[in-house]
């Protein structure tokens, strides 16, 4: 089992920036594919950013590439989202997930086992 907890959600105006923090507890945390992942108001949850195991390869949606930057700290018990140049279409609650399934690169919502409670994110214009 894997708990996670994020943290670093806020309101900040458009073109700002937020840190977002997944931390795990249980299992070792560099063993799984974590995935940043939103959900907008009367929208489906959506993939947002992956890392990669062990490796830390990274991987993201198109609406974010170049904004946000997914990384994890040296003991690998804590990921992060770098979220810069926010936008109010970022606006937002942000799930971090995490796998053991290499399929989970796809970013597929199905193929995480893990689940934070998530943290609103909200971008004014």
């Known amino acids: 089992q894997v708990q996670l907890i994020e943290s670093g959600g806020g309101l900040v105006q458009t073109g700002g920036s937020l840190r977002l923090s997944c931390a795990a507890s249980?299992?070792?945390?560099?063993?799984?594919?974590t995935g940043w992942f939103r959900q907008a108001p009367g929208k489906e949850r959506e993939f947002v950013a992956v890392?990669?195991?062990?490796?830390?390869?990274?991987r993201y949606a198109d609406s974010v590439k170049g904004r946000f930057t997914i990384s994890r700290d040296n003991a690998g018990n804590t990921v992060f989202l770098q979220m810069n140049s926010l936008k109010p279409e970022d606006t937002a609650v942000y799930y971090c997930?995490?796998?053991?399934?290499?399929?989970?690169?796809?970013?597929?919502?199905?193929?995480?086992?893990?689940w934070g409670q998530g943290t609103q994110v909200t971008v004014s214009s």
């Open positions: 890392i990669s195991r062990r490796v830390n390869g990274t």
């Open positions: 249980g299992r070792p945390f560099n063993n799984y594919f």
């Open positions: 997930a995490a796998s053991p399934r290499p399929s989970s690169w796809l970013g597929l919502v199905g193929e995480y086992d893990y």
